[in-house]
């Protein structure tokens, strides 16, 4: 057992949440799409909104293909992302 298993384990544990519903490579693919194409502190903050978007019921495999293709296509600098209604 890996330091990543023993760590989701335990954290799932203290969640009270099942580790068979957690895909750990997604996530952390996830994460470097959002850190390498973004910023580096989004990863965290989208790894978490995703979290909060399963808790609400979407599908964990569709959110994060969402996300991950808004991560790899993002402008270089930003400034051609529309503002948010």
């Known amino acids: ?36 194409n973004v910023l580096r502190p989004g990863a965290p903050v989208t790894a978490y909104l995703l979290g909060v978007a399963v808790g609400r019921g979407a599908d964990p495999v569709v959110a ?3 996300l991950a293709s808004l991560a790899q296509n993002w402008p270089p600098d930003g400034s051609d992302v529309p503002e948010p209604a």
């Open 64 to 66: 994060a293909a969402g």
């Open 1 to 36: 057992m890996t330091t990543m298993d023993r760590w989701v384990a335990a954290a799932c544990a203290e969640l009270d949440l099942d580790p068979a519903d957690l895909d750990v490579p997604q996530v952390l693919d996830l994460a470097r799409d959002v850190a390498h």
